[in-house]
């Protein structure tokens, strides 16, 4: 089955510890995506990818850093400079980043910082 | 940044009876719009797109209709069964960006 795989569901951390948030795609899409959500807000934007090797900020990326090296990977490093981490974390992927296709998403991290 | 918003936060319905739910999008040069499905802990489940060229989109059991005079955008649910109760977000793009903006979401109760 084609689709997106994110690990673990639920991940604990203290504190002060970087942790990094896995999203893997057998879709063959060109554009990755991640996304935080909160409780009583729409999705927010953390970092987005149209190609390998590329990568740009979305509207809440500081504390947070993402790489690219291949096209099936986009994993999310949650800093301990992130003021509050503890949210629900959304990877997503596209066909193009450009006109008009939907997005595709995995099932979610539950990230949970004390 | 962009505004979608929800008119209700909550809506509970019979089953077998219809849905609607409706979205508000503040940007008039957005032109794609989908409606998602989200159930407890899971991601986002794609249920229906509409682009701007248009004012209706059929599919299984489900219409969205597309009003750009008001910026409205609506989703009918039609005989609606208790595996349609989760919680459905509206999301719009505009055609010289490259991101999404979400809604907060609208969480439907069926009634068995």
């Known amino acids: 089955d084609g689709g997106i795989t994110q690990s673990p569901k639920y991940l604990f951390r203290k504190e002060g510890q970087n942790v990094t948030l896995s999203c893997e795609q057998n879709?063959?899409?060109?554009?990755m995506y991640w996304y935080r959500q909160d409780p009583g807000q729409g999705l927010r934007l953390i970092y987005y990818?149209?190609?390998?090797?590329?990568?740009q900020k979305g509207d809440i990326a500081e504390g947070y850093s993402v790489s690219r090296e291949k096209k099936e990977s986009f994993p999310l490093t949650v800093t301990s400079a992130q003021k509050n981490p503890t949210a629900f974390y959304l990877c997503?992927?596209?066909?193009?980043?450009?006109?008009?296709?939907?997005?595709?998403f995995g099932n979610g991290t539950r990230l949970t910082v004390t | 940044g962009e505004s979608v918003g929800l008119h209700l936060p909550t809506l509970s319905v019979q089953e077998g009876d219809n849905s609607i739910i409706n979205c508000a999008y503040s940007?008039?040069?957005?032109?794609?719009f989908i409606w998602y499905k989200q159930e407890s802990g899971k991601g986002p489940q794609f249920i229906i797109d509409?682009?701007?060229?248009?004012d209706k989109r059929q599919g299984q059991r489900v219409t969205v209709l597309l009003n750009k005079t008001v910026k409205h955008l609506s989703l009918q649910i039609a005989a609606t069964q208790p595996g349609d109760s989760a919680v459905y977000f509206c999301?719009?793009?505009?055609?010289?960006?490259?991101?999404?903006?979400f809604g907060t979401g609208t969480s439907l109760t069926v009634i068995p």
């Open positions: 997503a992927s596209s066909i193009s980043p450009r006109g008009n296709s939907p997005l595709h």
């Open positions: 879709l063959n899409h060109d554009a």
């Open positions: 990818s149209q190609i390998v090797n590329d990568f």
């Open positions: 940007n008039s040069a957005s032109d794609y």
């Open positions: 509409i682009r701007s060229n248009m």
């Open positions: 999301a719009e793009k505009g055609h010289t960006g490259n991101q999404f903006y």
